[in-house]
């Protein structure tokens, strides 16, 4: 098997593009698309030399790095100003949690979706520990929340 491989490397840079593009999925930031991209040209290049490994490598290299830096910043750009894009702080927003210390205008913490966030409260008014609470905006490191009952 290792054999065929040494003589096939197209075959190993596909599975490469493959589990890339696969692992992909899990990310969604187009920067392992880019590297799959990279792989597949890879395969190309074996297939046309098979026996210069180093112009593969060569050409998958080129190939990638070209992508994550000319292509991959204008795809994010695109997603990122699509309508109804939110990132993962702003879907943060309207989510719920719990007052881990009292919250007041100026500091506590609360739990929210697992993670501890530093908080204040939204209108400067006390928050006992232990209550639940709504994030109403995320201010860089802060969350900003309000009792989610009044």
Do not use: C, H
Not at 53 to 68: E, P, R
């Amino acid at each position: 098997m290792l054999e065929w491989l040494s003589a096939n490397w197209w075959a190993v840079w596909l599975v490469a593009a493959v589990l890339l593009a696969v692992s992909e999925a899990l990310t969604l930031d187009f920067t392992l698309l880019m590297l799959a991209a990279g792989a597949l040209a890879g395969a190309g290049t074996a297939l046309l030399f098979p026996g210069l490994l180093l112009v593969q490598v060569v050409v998958a290299v080129a190939v990638a790095f070209s992508l994550l830096f000319l292509l991959r910043p204008t795809l994010l750009a695109k997603v990122r100003s699509a309508p109804g894009y939110r990132s993962s702080l702003q879907r943060m927003v309207g989510s719920t949690g719990r007052a881990l210390t009292a919250i007041d205008s100026g500091s506590g913490e609360v739990k929210v979706a697992g993670e501890i966030w530093q908080a204040r409260s939204f209108n400067d008014e006390p928050i006992e520990a232990g209550t639940p609470v709504e994030i109403f905006e995320v201010d860089g490191t802060t969350v900003v929340v309000y009792p989610k009952e009044p």
